[in-house]
Structures are given as C-alpha cells and as structure tokens.
C-alpha cells in the first residue's frame, strides 16, 4: 500500500474514532424541562445534561426568565453529578406574573458559564 493511501486510511480510522469517543465537559445542555402551575407558584422540572468531571468542572445552575429577560427563579446545583447523567432537579415557588405564558431556561457549568441554550417552555394550568 502507498504511503498516500496509509496515511488516507488512518485519517479515516482516527477520525471514527474521534467522532465515537464520549465528548468531554463543554456546555451544559438543557434535555427537557416540565412546568406545572401549583397553589405557590409553579413547580420546575429540568433535565440537564453535561460531561461533569468533578469539582473542578460541573453543571452547577439553571435559571427561569421571562421571555423579556426578567429572572424568576435559579436552582443552585450543589454537587457534581459525574455519575448521573442526565439527572433532573426541581425548583418550587415560582412566581410567574400574570400574562406570561412562555419562560426561558438557561443553564450554566463552573467552567465556561451560561450555555448559549435557550429552553423556551410554553406555561399551561393544567
């Protein structure tokens, strides 16, 4: 085999390789989220998901805005959850003001900060 088609061949092995390997902690991504309307206020469920390495790197907050920006409330992640992933935490007592019906989620790791996602989760009282 020519040393042109070696090299071509290992490209292609190292590339497959590359693209099957687990990715390393970047941004945190936001799985799902559930709202629910309670006598309090709502209730949060958020499915996160992010490659935690322990204390040093993890997923260590999540937000509700208004979709005009206002906060309206933040779940603190105290821990890493290295091995479990994803993992969901709630947050109760939300106080959502009269005519929004949408909120944003947003999620942040120790690292690099707010993730550029944006969950939009449309309100329903059920």
């Excluded at 390393?24 to 949060?44: E, L, M």
């Excluded at 490659?51 to 992640?77: F, I, M, S």
Aim: aromatic share 8%.
């Amino acid at each position: 085999m020519s040393v042109l088609k070696r090299a071509f061949c290992c490209s292609i092995v190292l590339a497959a390789a590359f693209a099957a390997a687990p990715a390393k902690a970047g941004d945190v991504d936001i799985v799902d989220a559930k709202a629910r309307k309670t006598a309090n206020g709502w209730s949060f469920s958020v499915t996160l998901e992010h490659g935690d390495t322990g204390w040093d790197h993890y997923a260590d907050l999540w937000q509700v805005y208004t979709p005009d920006g206002k906060l309206l409330g933040e779940r603190v992640l105290l821990h890493p959850h290295v091995q479990e992933q994803p993992f969901i935490r709630s947050l109760s007592g939300v106080v959502v003001p009269e005519g929004v019906n949408e909120v944003i989620i947003r999620a942040r790791d120790s690292v690099h900060g707010t993730s550029p996602q944006e969950y939009r989760l449309s309100l329903t009282a059920e």
